[in-house]
């Protein structure tokens, strides 16, 4: 069965909001954006992204990536990008999706991923797309999370792990870190335990 593998940024206090430009996601005031550049850790992971794996994206995701990436032509990564398949959860857009390589998911969002998952296939990544995020956590369809630890504290800004969010205990699987601080840490989902019955 394919994996979903989340794919993301952070800080110490677990902001995942606006890493890459100033003005990528201004939400709530947050005044930090771009606080991720500076590092260049994703360039740094190796590997995660090499493979081209299929997307799945959040809707504000899908329309920041469209309204940047195409845009930048004197970058491998646009072309990259623009032949990915993209799978994107939103209940606004409609089909045909403007961006190339891109299909709406219908209907329940877990159920539709659980079903791209036992297609034959590459692993999923998910790239920001918080919200996406909390609802696979929610129904255990996150297998993998390569997380990209700044070393910075925002004291502001959207999280990835809300105070209401989903429970889950996980394992780390590999670690290592960046010339300049940033801690790539993988983890996959704990077996279940007595004392942890519920991952």
């Given at each position: 069965?394919?994996?979903?593998?989340?794919?993301?940024?952070?800080?110490?206090?677990?902001?995942?909001?606006?890493?890459?430009?100033?003005?990528?996601?201004?939400?709530?005031?947050?005044?930090?954006?771009?606080?991720?550049?500076?590092?260049?850790?994703?360039?740094?992971?190796?590997?995660?992204?090499?493979?081209?794996?299929?997307?799945?994206?959040?809707?504000?995701?899908?329309?920041d990536f469209y309204g940047y990436w195409p845009k930048q032509t004197d970058n491998p990564f646009t072309e990259v990008l623009n032949n990915t398949p993209k799978y994107v959860a939103s209940t606004t857009l409609k089909e045909p999706l403007a961006w190339s390589n891109s299909t709406l998911l219908k209907g329940n969002v877990a159920e539709a991923v659980d079903d791209l998952k036992a297609q034959p296939g590459k692993d999923f990544l998910v790239m920001g797309s918080g919200e996406l995020v909390q609802t696979l956590m929610k129904h255990n369809l996150v297998d993998e999370y390569v997380l990209l630890i700044h070393p910075l504290i925002l004291g502001s800004g959207r999280r990835l792990f809300r105070d209401d969010g989903t429970f889950a205990a996980l394992q780390l699987v590999d670690s290592r870190t960046t010339a300049n601080g940033v801690v790539i840490a993988t983890y996959k989902p704990a077996q279940p335990t007595a004392d942890n019955p519920t991952p």
């Open positions: 069965m394919r994996k979903v593998i989340v794919f993301t940024n952070l800080t110490l206090d677990g902001v995942m909001q606006a890493p890459g430009r100033p003005d990528e996601d201004p939400r709530g005031g947050f005044q930090h954006g771009g606080w991720a550049a500076p590092f260049a850790a994703m360039s740094q992971a190796g590997g995660s992204l090499s493979d081209t794996s299929p997307l799945l994206m959040g809707r504000r995701t899908y329309e």
